[in-house]
């Protein structure tokens, strides 16, 4: 299973950018996908979610700014991130809570992309 993640960058304050998120590999019996963060000296939170039912749920930092979407046909999700501001300045890392062949459930990871917001 591999996740491609794609979109960031440096951005001025107020800002946005878009993320995209490609899976590819044997996978399964998918619950959700989620983007997490991660910004120096801090722990991983939660920016948003969206299941299979295409319920979504987002971190209250980041609630009537970012959106996830997703599109089955092509496998991805996105992220759209509107209003930047510095604090949102992290790696944002796409993961996948599914199956892949005999293996149990677990949550895969793709590598991480760089948001920077300069004020």
């Known amino acids: 299973v591999q996740l491609q993640a794609c979109g960031g960058g440096l951005v001025q304050a107020g800002g946005s950018l878009r993320l995209s998120c490609a899976i590819s590999?044997?996978?399964?019996?998918?619950?959700?996908v989620a983007w997490h963060r991660q910004a120096p000296g801090k722990e991983r939170e939660l920016v948003a979610e969206?299941?299979?039912?295409?319920?979504?749920t987002y971190g209250d930092a980041v609630k009537g700014r970012f959106t996830i979407s997703r599109d089955d046909s092509k496998n991805t999700v996105y992220l759209q991130m509107n209003s930047l501001q510095p604090e949102d300045t992290a790696v944002y890392y796409c993961?996948?809570?599914?199956?892949?062949?005999?293996?149990?459930?677990?949550?895969?990871w793709g590598q991480g992309t760089l948001v920077t917001v300069s004020s």
């Open positions: 590999g044997d996978i399964f019996a998918v619950n959700a």
């Open positions: 969206i299941t299979r039912d295409s319920i979504t």
């Open positions: 993961n996948v809570e599914g199956r892949s062949g005999v293996l149990p459930r677990r949550r895969y």
